[in-house]
């Protein structure tokens, strides 16, 4: 079962915040989350294993919530480059992470100068 | 290192014919994966691999083959194409799993 992603899309100006949530009716191992600019390959972000705590880099940063299986991603101060779609990819394997993704449907992300 | 390698770039097929799509990987990583991504859809898993010999089914695998000789060398194969498999696919591959790196991409169409 596909995680949902919402928003579908988001308008931001440069300097804004953003927040993008991504859900499963499923319980969860890992969360992913890549980057995917127009015609390019998704790029990878940061994964959340379950037991794991909040992980961030830089300005965008994301955390896990076991209980409600839901994974937020949070980018703060948003710049031009952030500008693309926002896929998480969920992993249901218990134990050892297989990395056998299941892909929400993406949100598109657009920074405005 | 080249990362991961993808071959052709571009591919126009008619209905029933058959090709490979070529994934390599010079990161020594166990596990590869094949996504097709159509619009609005985001990216779904076709097969994926964890392990020289060692495949297995996907969300969306009727149409498609794998095979897995080497560490390096995830190919995909259409067997009869459709203009349902038209899409964009990816090839990626991970160490365990984790952080997945995706290839550049091969962009199919089917008439």
């Known amino acids: 079962q596909q995680p949902v992603q919402s928003p579908q899309a988001v308008i931001l100006r440069e300097g804004e915040d953003a927040v993008i949530n991504c859900s499963s009716s499923?319980?969860?191992?890992?969360v992913h989350w890549y980057r995917q600019k127009h015609g390019e390959a998704p790029v990878f972000l940061m994964i959340?294993?379950?037991?794991?705590e909040q992980k961030g880099h830089d300005k965008i940063s994301a955390s896990f919530n076991e209980k409600k299986q839901q994974s937020s991603l949070y980018l703060t101060a948003s710049q031009l480059s952030y500008s693309g779609t926002y896929f998480c990819?969920?992993?249901?394997?218990?134990?050892?992470?297989?990395?056998?993704?299941?892909f929400g449907q993406g949100t598109i992300l657009t920074v405005h100068p | 290192n080249a990362g991961v390698t993808q071959t052709p770039k571009f591919q126009v097929l008619k209905t029933g014919q058959s090709m490979t799509l070529q994934c390599a990987q010079d990161?020594?990583?166990?596990?590869m994966s094949w996504y097709r991504q159509d619009p609005g859809m985001g990216l779904r898993l076709i097969h994926y691999?964890?392990?020289?010999?060692?495949?297995d089914q996907g969300e969306v695998p009727n149409g498609y083959n794998v095979s897995r000789s080497t560490t390096e060398d995830f190919p995909l194969r259409l067997l009869s194409a459709a203009p349902s498999q038209t899409s964009v696919y990816f090839c990626?591959?991970?160490?365990?799993?984790?952080?997945?790196?995706f290839g550049p991409g091969t962009r199919l169409t089917v008439l």
């Open positions: 691999s964890v392990g020289a010999g060692i495949t």
């Open positions: 990819g969920t992993d249901y394997a218990g134990g050892t992470s297989y990395g056998k993704l299941t």
């Open positions: 990626a591959s991970s160490h365990r799993g984790l952080e997945q790196f």
């Open positions: 990161m020594n990583h166990e596990y």
């Open positions: 959340l294993l379950k037991g794991g």
């Open positions: 499923k319980a969860l191992y890992s």
